[in-house]
């Protein structure tokens, strides 16, 4: 019997460092998978799905918003600080356009709790292909 061990045996540290980076490169080809921009013309019909889910018992909404390209929005300012070098800076993040339908009349508008720092109702309303 060859006493001799495998590289990875003798390698303990190199073959964790292939493990390692394997697994991270999974893990970005699951994410970008994720990433999905599509481009809609006006008139153009599209087909588009949500999926939602929540664990049973607690409170549950959320609002999907819609940044089209080429156009400019109000911006709030928000102070991000870095958890690894703790520097801190000002960011200025868009306020953007509820993804809507139809216009939202004014009592579902006051029950969707809209943060007027994040979002606004001020915007397109894309229609219904039925």
Not at 22 to 45: N, P
Not at 58 to 83: A, H, K, N
Request: net charge negative.
């Amino acid at each position: 019997m060859s006493t001799k061990k495998k590289f990875f045996a003798r390698h303990s540290k190199s073959s964790a460092l292939v493990v390692s980076v394997g697994i991270h490169a999974l893990l970005i080809v699951v994410a970008l998978s994720f990433v999905a921009v599509t481009v809609i013309q006006k008139d153009e019909a599209v087909s588009m799905e949500a999926l939602l889910g929540e664990d049973p018992g607690g409170v549950f909404y959320c609002q999907l918003y819609i940044q089209q390209e080429g156009m400019d929005y109000p911006t709030r300012s928000e102070r991000y600080t870095d958890p690894d070098t703790n520097k801190s800076e000002v960011l200025q993040r868009p306020i953007l356009p509820v993804f809507k339908t139809a216009d939202i009349p004014d009592e579902l508008a006051k029950k969707m709790e809209i943060n007027s720092s994040w979002a606004t109702l001020e915007g397109p309303s894309f229609g219904v292909v039925k």
